[in-house]
């Protein structure tokens, strides 16, 4: 009978990466003997746990080796666990399963770059669980060799966008991959798949040597690195046990799944744009299938199961809910920037522990036939001593039994000797291999050579160009005598020259062709250095290698494909400093959204190159939004990545999107005719607590910090009809607004040097802003087609009792002047003006909080004029006040005449003195404010990018004369005031009689 089996899952916590530090990340998962925790890093009381079959911490608790440079505990039985470790819980029940007869799965799932190769793989000295699986299996068969007879064959194959590739062909790759075919007893399995006989896990290793050779070189051609396609592993273990007449036969399978978190491609075929779905269906049905186990696992009654809905799950049918014992190895990171992906794969592993497995022992149809043909001999063999003893003429009947015992021998002859013939061709192949390997080390040493790079560190390192003496043509053409053959996005046939002579090598582009050197791109003859970066088309990476004389022990590792992308990024602008120093200085945020950029930059690239292959006429471009832009309260925006896409025939733009992924389903142009946001302007608010107009001429700057407009604009304090107010107006204390009405005008006067309109005349742009709670957002008219339009634009807006909230807005808070552009076919942007509390006067209503939105306008206008009555009767109790101190004032004058005291005098002076006083600081205030305008002027003067020597004198000269009358006005103002203090003291002192 069947017998049921549970997959085993294990969880293991990685360390932090290059990335995660520089981010300031903190650790968010934590580990109690196996179960895993997580906190959600937005809210610390949200935790999620999680239980599996193992769970292992390689997050902390490590040293490194010197001499082999391999991760150990720092004490013996800490928390740690290293790659033995893990070995010995998951790969060594998967070698007694095979040895059992049993077929054995591993499945390594998460997120790009959580750890999953290093786990299977590992990392120079760090043997992983393939390379420890092979190592213990044939050392196992050393052992048993005595009782039964063992042969592995292994086959290694890749599913990338729904077509699988073997690894180990040696011939030409049949288009649309190998098919996928279904037998009654076998299942699943790929036709025409190469099995290699192995004797020795050093056989094994080189074959996986020549199929990572083979996937890098097609990875230049598509992009299947590891985050994008799935790769198998599989070794078939037949073990015949000649005394029992048993044969027993197991499959292991070792999967590296894609990561989880993206999947992208980008190959040179046209209908290259679908291919991101079909990269995506695996891993979702995948999941569906892991759900659908799981739900029949509880009892739920399932219908059916979508193994048949892609390549991966049809090969893996029999390692989930078939025939073997499945293991899972889900890989996470700790940090707080991958919350979302961890807990993603923390729910996918939880899911798969559930699936119930039902594996058998496995037995050979081929070795049943040679037990059954030997039955036959032994049966036939009787028969004719039979004939022999009764001594009957039967030379007929012998003859026929004889042939049939040949016949039989020789089947059996021929099974036995299969093994021997596919086991020296495999070693055939493997002496030609290792002779190409000692003949490419001997070029190694005698030219110098590019080697790729690859997002994938194992895919790295693999393929080497050598570049002997002469001149040789790189690109796609091959078959030429002084050619070398490349592939790839954006290469053209003839894509470059490189020339070998007198010990220096120089690359040439041809025309047309894309290339790049340390991340500058290049179009003359440049001379290469040992270890400098070369990205040939869109996304073919390389690294120089010199002269053996000019190799130092520079270690070429460090040179990964981020520090390609940095590089890049680094040209465009966006560069955040190397070294640990700047690294602790820089915003963690920004680091995110930096290390987000440059992930981007490759598919941007792809997405670039297809537009022009295709001849779709549309640029795309990566934008890092809110880089320098702040809120009204001048606090920093959230970061994030946005593409923009511009069309070159009528030069429209759109946002694309944002740092998700670019369409891959349809065509990658769009029509932009929404408005775009160009940038924002802070036009501070803080003067008019004081009552005081402000006018500025304000520097619009976009996302990333460029200027794209000089704006005019002004506030200004007023009367309830619109009348601006005096000097004698402004305040001193701001507390004397509270409780009284403000009305305020917001005037955008003009716009100076739009570059939106400048790049584009046909083009429009209008202004949006709103003011506290007013409701929805007030446009500006929409202008179009001029570099410097005039707008003057006012919005009046009131406030029927100055609060205290209102007021410390005003003192803190900025009114934020958003800069849209309109595009021919755009729809100008309307003022949403039903959720905005107007009366019929026009004037928008701010700091009602005890208003609502659906106030009717009769309301509003009874509000308005009993605010205006109100705003009456506190001005005539300001006069009735004045007067009454007046009188006050002449009284004590008249008893100080009276009766001839010293006293009163003082009394009746300081108000006086105050009151002058209060007029000497209003008129600073007003000469202060004409000086921080030209001041402002001044500061946003700049010389024409196109001007010359000339030009840049008289600029100079220009510049020092308005200088000049700023200091002149500042001195003067603050001349003024000590003027007048002095005064207003001196007056004192008289009228004091001191």
């Known amino acids: ?495 470059a020259v490189l020339k070998n002579e007198q010990r220096r090598v120089t690359l040439t582009p041809l025309k047309g062709s894309k290339v790049t050197v340390n991340g500058r791109a290049v179009s003359q003859t440049s001379e290469l250095q040992h270890l400098d970066r070369l990205i040939l088309g869109s996304n073919c990476t390389y690294l120089y290698i010199g002269f053996p004389s000019e190799r130092g022990a520079n270690d070429w590792s460090r040179y990964d494909y981020d520090y390609f992308l940095s590089e890049l990024a680094a040209a465009e602008g966006i560069h955040l400093g190397e070294s640990s120093t700047e690294s602790c200085q820089t915003d963690p945020s920004l680091l995110a959204v930096f290390y987000d950029y440059v992930k981007l930059m490759p598919l941007v690239a792809e997405a670039n190159q297809m537009s022009q292959e295709l001849k779709k006429g549309v640029e795309f471009k990566l934008e890092i939004k809110n880089l320098v832009l702040s809120d009204s309260k001048g606090n920093d925006l959230e970061k994030e990545i946005i593409c923009k896409v511009t069309s070159k025939h009528s030069k429209q733009t759109g946002e694309g999107l944002s740092s998700s992924a670019l369409p891959r389903d349809k065509d990658p142009f769009w029509d932009p005719v929404e408005p775009l946001l160009l940038g924002t302007a802070h036009l501070w608010l803080q003067s008019l607590a004081f009552r005081i107009p402000v006018d500025e001429q304000l520097e619009v700057l976009g996302s990333e910090g460029s200027e794209e407009a000089i704006l005019q604009a002004k506030l200004i304090p007023c009367t309830s009809d619109g009348l601006p107010l005096g000097e004698d107006d402004i305040l001193i204390d701001p507390s004397e607004l509270l409780g009284r009405r403000l009305d305020i005008q917001l005037v955008v006067e003009q716009c100076f040097g739009l570059r939106w309109i400048r790049e584009a005349r046909n083009r429009g742009i209008q202004i949006g802003f709103s003011l506290l709670d007013s409701g929805g957002r007030v446009y500006t008219p929409a202008v179009w087609h001029h570099v410097n339009p005039a707008l003057r634009h006012k919005v009046h807006f009131a406030s029927l009792h100055v609060s205290q909230h209102l007021l410390d807005y005003l003192q803190s808070s900025a009114v934020l002047l958003e800069l849209w552009g309109l595009q021919d076919g755009c729809t100008s942007l309307v003022s949403p003006l039903e959720g905005a509390r107007v009366s019929t006067e026009g004037i928008f209503i701010i700091d009602e909080s005890g208003m609502t939105n659906t106030i009717p306008a009769d309301c509003i206008e009874l509000n308005s004029s009993l605010s205006r009555l109100q705003s009456d009767l506190e001005e005539q109790k300001r006069v009735n006040n004045t007067l009454m101190k007046e009188n006050h004032r002449l009284r004590g004058q008249l008893n100080t005449a009276t009766n001839g005291g010293n006293s009163a005098p003082n009394r009746s002076v300081r108000p006086s003195c105050d009151a002058e006083f209060a007029r000497s600081l209003k008129r600073f205030y007003h000469n202060m404010t004409s000086v921080r305008a030209q001041l402002e002027s001044l500061r946003r003067r700049r010389p024409s990018e196109s001007c010359d020597l000339l030009g840049l004198r008289l600029y100079v000269d220009e510049h020092s004369g308005l200088l000049k009358d700023f200091s002149e006005q500042l001195e003067q103002s603050v001349s003024a005031l000590k003027h007048d203090v002095a005064t207003i003291v001196r007056r004192k002192r008289e009228r004091s009689g001191t």
């Open 1 to 495: 009978m069947h017998r049921r089996d549970c997959v085993k899952v294990a969880v293991r916590v990685r360390p932090f990466n290059k990335r995660e530090r520089d981010a300031g990340s903190r650790c968010i998962v934590s580990l109690a003997a196996s179960a895993i925790t997580i906190q959600d890093p937005r809210d610390s009381q949200c935790r999620r746990s999680f239980c599996f079959d193992y769970a292992y911490w390689s997050h902390s608790g490590y040293v490194i080796q010197d001499r082999t440079g391999l991760y150990l505990p720092e004490e013996v039985g800490g928390r740690y666990a290293d790659q033995e470790c893990v070995f010995q819980d998951l790969g060594q029940g998967i070698l007694e399963n095979a040895l059992q007869g049993y077929n054995a799965t591993l499945l390594a799932y998460g997120q790009t770059g959580s750890g999953k190769s290093y786990s299977m793989v590992g990392y120079k000295h760090n043997k992983g669980l393939v390379p420890k699986l092979c190592e213990r299996l044939f050392k196992a068969i050393k052992e048993i060799k005595e009782a039964r007879q063992c042969q592995v064959f292994f086959s290694m194959l890749e599913i990338y966008n729904e077509q699988v590739v073997d690894l180990l062909s040696r011939g030409s790759r049949p288009p649309g991959g190998l098919r996928v075919r279904e037998e009654q007893h076998r299942g699943f399995y790929v036709e025409g798949l190469r099995t290699v006989p192995c004797d020795s896990a050093a056989q094994v290793e080189q074959l996986m040597e020549q199929g990572t050779r083979t996937r890098t070189t097609a990875a230049t051609h598509m992009n299947a690195n590891s985050s994008r396609s799935h790769m198998l592993l599989v070794l078939q273990l037949k073990q015949i046990f000649s005394k029992e007449s048993v044969t027993k036969q197991s499959n292991i399978n070792l999967v590296d799944l894609a990561g989880s978190e993206r999947q992208r491609s980008a190959s040179s075929e046209a209908d290259r744009l679908k291919e991101g779905t079909a990269i995506n269906l695996s891993l979702t049905t995948l999941g569906n299938v892991i759900s659908t186990l799981a739900d029949m696992a509880v009892g739920r009654k399932t219908v059916h199961v979508p193994y048949r809905d892609s390549v991966l799950t049809k090969l893996l049918q029999s390692a989930l809910g078939g025939n073997s014992r499945t293991v899972m190895i889900a890989t996470v990171s700790p940090a707080d920037i991958c919350y979302e992906e961890s807990l993603s794969t923390l729910r996918y592993s939880e899911r798969a522990k559930h699936i119930q497995n039902r594996p058998v022992v496995n037995e050979s149809p081929t070795e049943r036939l040679v037990k059954e043909l030997k039955a036959e001999n032994a049966r036939l063999m009787q028969r004719l001593s039979r004939l022999g003893q009764d001594g009957r003429s039967a030379n007929d009947e012998t003859k026929e039994i004889r042939q049939l015992l040949t016949h039989n021998e020789l089947q059996i002859r021929t099974i036995n000797t299969l093994w021997e013939k596919h086991l020296q061709e495999a070693l055939r192949d493997w002496e030609q291999q290792y002779a190409n390997i000692t003949q490419e080390r001997r070029l190694m040493q005698m030219h110098p050579y590019i080697l790729n790079i690859n997002e994938d560190a194992q895919l790295s390192g693999v393929v080497k160009l050598f570049i002997p003496a002469g001149e040789w043509d790189i690109g796609l053409s091959e078959g030429t005598p002084r050619s070398i053959s490349i592939k790839g996005l954006g290469i053209q046939q003839r894509h």
